[in-house]
T-cell receptor
Framework: EAGVAQSPRYKIIEKRQSVAFWCNPI?????LYWYQQILGQGPKLLIQ????????DSQLPKDRFSAERLKGVDSTLKIQPAKLEDSAVYLC??????????????FGEGSRLTVL | AQKITQTQPGMFVQEKEAVTLDCTYD???????LFWYKQPSSGEMIFLIY??????QNATEGRYSLNFQKARKSANLVISASQLGDSAMYFC??????????FGTGTSLTVIP
């Protein structure tokens, strides 16, 4: 079974530039999450999708961050314009329906963003 | 309010010894799941172990066991016979009713040869 795919793995940009991250979840997983993990901290939820609908985006800085999940499969997270404090690892995760085994999160390898 | 607390920023353990990583949680939901993840320096989050709130027995997965004390709202991870490859960040997480996950701030474990 293929895992959660993310790209790019690394990205370096200057502040005020834009960047986009892509995520393809595990096949059949309806729920997709984007987390931001700043160095030394735990993952912070940015947005959660159920199929192609947004379940929770309360912590997404909507003035600069946007995300979409077209057709309920893969997803794109965009930052425009980037700030220095956006330097972090952006983790994509997916999970099967609750009640299926343990329902744990399956994570991708993450996209490490450095804003100069 | 849903909250996960990990009070140990860093821990050291001698190789082949056991170590306990602390985790306490707060939720008013009667049904929830508790998870531990390992994050090595490569960055990927690796699922280790799961405990359901209604499970009567503590979960075990190989060298990992979860010391679940429901009344104290604690879900400590015990790693037995530590190996050098266990050096990593460890995160406790909770999934109450619904699909949201709440993560702690993590504990950095260093295994000393």
């Amino acid at each position: 079974e293929a895992g959660v795919a993310q790209s790019p793995r690394y990205k370096i940009i200057e502040k005020r530039q834009s960047v986009a991250f892509w995520c393809n979840p595990i096949s059949g997983h309806a729920t997709l999450y984007w987390y931001q993990q700043i160095l030394g901290q735990g993952p912070k939820l940015l947005i959660q999708f159920q199929n192609n609908g947004v379940v929770d985006d309360s912590q997404l800085p909507k003035d600069r961050f946007s995300a979409e999940r077209l057709k309920g499969v893969d997803s794109t997270l965009k930052i425009q314009p980037a700030k220095l404090e956006d330097s972090a690892v952006y983790l994509c995760a997916s999970s099967p329906a609750r009640g299926t085994d343990t329902g744990e999160l399956f994570f991708g390898e993450g996209s490490r963003l450095t804003v100069l | 309010a849903q909250k996960i607390t990990q009070t140990q920023p860093g821990m050291f353990v001698q190789e082949k010894e056991a170590v306990t990583l602390d985790c306490t949680y707060d939720t008013s939901d009667p049904s929830y799941g508790l998870f531990w993840y390992k994050q090595p320096s490569s960055g990927e989050m690796i699922f280790l172990i799961y405990q359901g709130s209604y499970d009567q027995q503590n979960a075990t997965e190989g060298r990992y066991s979860l010391n679940f004390q429901k009344a104290r709202k604690s879900a400590n991870l015990v790693i037995s016979a530590s190996q050098l490859g266990d050096s990593a960040m460890y995160f406790c997480a909770m999934r109450p009713t619904g699909n949201q996950f709440y993560f702690g701030t993590g504990t950095s474990l260093t295994v000393i040869p």
